[in-house]
Nanobody
Framework: QVHLVESGGGSVQAGGSLRLSCEAT????????MGWYRRTPGNTRESVAA???????TYAASVKGRFTISRDNAENTGYLQMDRLKPEDTGLYYC????????????????WGQGTWVTVSS
């Protein structure tokens, strides 16, 4: 089986920083796009950032300039560096991989992690 495991969440004051990690485990051959989503206390699901294996990145307008997405392809791990956090950044952050090529020669589609909480107080 393949899984995504997020870590690095926590509670910080406004203006603080956190770095989230997303580790993909299992018999994985390759991953192209990795992304981060969040569910706010208002139960709104938002796309936060995404990155391709080649390093092309996309950010939501609300986090652009404050968040940085990166990855370590050799470790099948993605990261989300979050700086100058705001209370509205509070939420449950999920890692997502739309497609993973598995060592068996098959593919896994729309794989999600369990999420890690980020709480920002003012």
């Amino acid at each position: 089986q393949v899984h995504l495991v997020e870590s690095g969440g926590g509670s910080v004051q406004a203006g603080g920083s956190l770095r989230l990690s997303c580790e993909a485990t299992g018999s994985i051959s390759s991953i192209n796009t990795m992304g981060w989503y969040r569910r706010t206390p208002g139960n709104t699901r938002e796309s936060v950032a995404a990155i391709t294996s080649g390093g092309s990145t996309t950010y939501a307008a609300s986090v652009k300039g404050r968040f940085t997405i990166s990855r370590d392809n050799a470790e099948n791990t993605g990261y989300l560096q979050m700086d100058r956090l705001k209370p509205e950044d509070t939420g449950l952050y999920y890692c997502n991989v739309p497609v993973m090529a598995l060592s068996s020669g098959t593919y896994a589609y729309d794989t999600w992690g369990q999420g890690t909480w980020v709480t920002v107080s003012s």
